[in-house]
């Protein structure tokens, strides 16, 4: 301790608690990632980009140079507006700040296909980098707004959000502003953890205004936010039916209808003589049950198994013909040659068309029963949170009705698996036995993205940073995460299953490599195309079939990890 003028010199508590603060800030600041990975995407500038990327340039000259009452009508180009009308301001505004050079390469032409080069590549890149600072934003404030005890966790939660192998493949390199977009909904879940309800319904009518997909997760936020600042059962006795009338706290519904529906006004109102046509572009049924390739959801496995059924009825007849003996099926195909047809002249799901797929043998599945079996599942989910509004359920709640809409729903694509990723990622901190499920959907879900980056030389990228990212942060979560109850469970069988599954995705990833390689060499391999998507498809579903299932059993049977104390 140092001395002045003869006087040992002591520090105020004011002080002490100011250099605390700041050195807390210091170690737990997301400032280092942002600047790491800032290198790291500005190094992938010139690598693959898919067609998201002329959908995005075509979108910034839609909303530039035609009027508001034109946007959702233009079709010069296939790749027309069909996002909600807050992502259409967004292009427009980022439609402002086009310079002059890259205006001249092509980037506001409303064009059939686009004509670009390295101007508009660097401009578009740039708008994904700069605007998912929004999302780093965001999460530092997730834990900033932490408990002293929770801010390691908080920390770690955050950083595997931001560094998300997801978000680099999809965002900066396949190309899309999912980084921009996931920010506003993880906003409506800090909000829901700080127990501001108005902020938390404000951000996810918003977040749903940029991007319709986040309406899977309507269910979940409408019981969450009427259990918690609508309904107030809490000391209320009930004496008749009248009594129902009181229950509802009416000043509180009417400041959370007001923020929904002047949300919603705002963004609707320009298009409300258009609204049929804005909602054909947002809800294309028209197109078929699985994307381009199949995401790795229960309906891959459906399509997985009327291939093997085809294969094996048209090598041996017999079973044909034996099963409608014995069944009087009416759905099964008459015979050899109407499956034969079947195969030629429709879409099968193995060609890699966005069309509405036909099933050789199994029965077709339509957009209705999609429909009833995601509702079914989310209902199920949102039924405990009506009884326990915790914010410990609403994440639960929240992931469980990510992953019904992932795995049930009609034409969904391999990247929608972020929408449950996230979420988890909030949840996982909780208790050490949800690492399991959440290493099963993380792993495979990140892998099922694989396909997305075709090149060559993509390869140990994506490879290298998911597995770096899987190691990382599931033993950093495995080391700071406890057992909620007071009894230490072992690991049981499954779980030892799992964790061989997920080491398992390592070599059938490099297995699949060899095969894409391969296939110049050998007619064979390159006669079955689309077999390494399918394969990736198949044996990713599993994992996160496996994952739903894991997560469902400890959401509705053991109570202890949901009523005490995080």
């Known amino acids: 301790m140092s001395k002045v003028d003869g006087k040992k010199s002591k520090k105020k508590p004011t002080q002490i608690l100011t250099t605390n603060n700041s050195e807390t800030q210091k170690r737990y600041s997301l400032w280092n990632f942002w600047i790491c990975s800032l290198f790291l995407k500005l190094l992938l500038m010139p690598d693959y980009f898919s067609t998201d990327f002329d959908v995005h340039r075509n979108w910034l000259a839609i909303t530039h140079k035609l009027s508001l009452r034109e946007w959702y009508y233009e079709k010069t180009s296939q790749w027309t507006l069909d996002y909600p009308p807050f992502f259409a301001y967004f292009e427009w505004v980022l439609s402002q700040f086009v310079p002059q050079i890259v205006r001249k390469d092509g980037c506001l032409d409303i064009v059939e296909v686009g004509q670009f080069s390295w101007p508009t590549i660097v401009f578009q890149r740039l708008t994904v980098i700069i605007t998912e600072g929004l999302l780093f934003i965001v999460l530092q404030i997730f834990i900033n707004t932490s408990k002293s005890f929770e801010k390691t966790q908080s920390f770690i939660v955050a950083s595997s959000i931001v560094l998300s192998p997801g ?77 129902l009338f009181f229950i509802i706290n009416w000043k509180h519904l009417f400041q959370l209808g007001s923020v929904v529906i002047a949300t919603f006004t705002l963004c609707f109102a320009p298009f409300i003589l258009d609204m049929p046509q804005v909602i054909s572009r947002l809800f294309p049924f028209s197109r078929g049950l699985t994307h381009a390739y199949w995401a790795p959801n229960f309906w891959a496995i459906y399509s997985f198994l009327d291939k093997v059924l085809t294969i094996a009825v048209l090598k041996a007849p017999w079973i044909l013909a034996m099963v409608k003996k014995f069944t009087n099926s009416s759905f099964l195909p008459s015979s050899i040659e109407s499956i034969k047809l079947s195969m030629k002249e429709n879409n099968t799901g193995s060609k890699g068309l966005v069309q509405d797929v036909i099933f050789t043998i199994l029965p077709q599945i339509t957009p209705k029963l999609t429909f009833l079996l995601t509702l079914l599942y989310q209902i199920l989910a949102v039924i405990p949170l009506l009884f326990d509004p915790s914010y410990k359920r609403f994440v639960g709640s929240l992931t469980l009705c990510g992953l019904a809409s992932f795995l049930f729903g009609w034409h969904v694509h391999e990247k929608a698996i972020m929408l449950v990723i996230i979420p988890f990622s909030f949840l996982v901190i909780f208790d050490k036995r949800l690492l399991i499920p959440f290493m099963l959907v993380t792993s495979a879900g990140y892998v099922s993205l694989f396909p997305l980056l075709y090149k060559n030389a993509d390869f140990l990228i994506k490879c290298l940073y998911t597995y770096i990212w899987c190691i990382v942060y599931f033993f950093a979560i495995r080391k700071t995460t406890k057992v909620s109850t007071s009894v230490e469970r072992r690991v049981f069988f499954l779980d030892r299953i799992s964790i061989t599954y997920v080491c398992s995705l390592f070599p059938v990833v490099i297995i699949l490599q060899l095969l894409d390689l391969l296939k110049w060499k050998y007619p064979i391999i390159e006669k079955f195309e689309f077999l390494n998507l399918m394969i990736y498809s198949f044996y990713c579903s599993l994992g996160i079939i496996s994952s739903w299932i894991g997560l469902s059993w400890l959401y509705n049977f053991d109570e202890p990890l949901w009523v005490q104390s995080s």
Not at 180 to 190: D, E, K, N, R
């Open 167 to 243: 978000f680099l493949i999809v965002d900066h390199i396949h190309f899309q502003y999912n980084g921009f977009l996931f920010s506003i909904l993880v906003a409506s879940i800090v909000a829901a953890r700080n127990q501001r309800y108005l902020l938390c319904a404000l951000f996810y009518s918003i977040s749903l205004c940029f991007k319709h997909i986040f309406l899977y997760l309507a269910p979940c936020y409408f019981v969450f936010l009427l259990r918690v600042y609508v309904l107030q059962f809490d000391g209320f006795k009930f004496r008749s039916y009248k009594d």
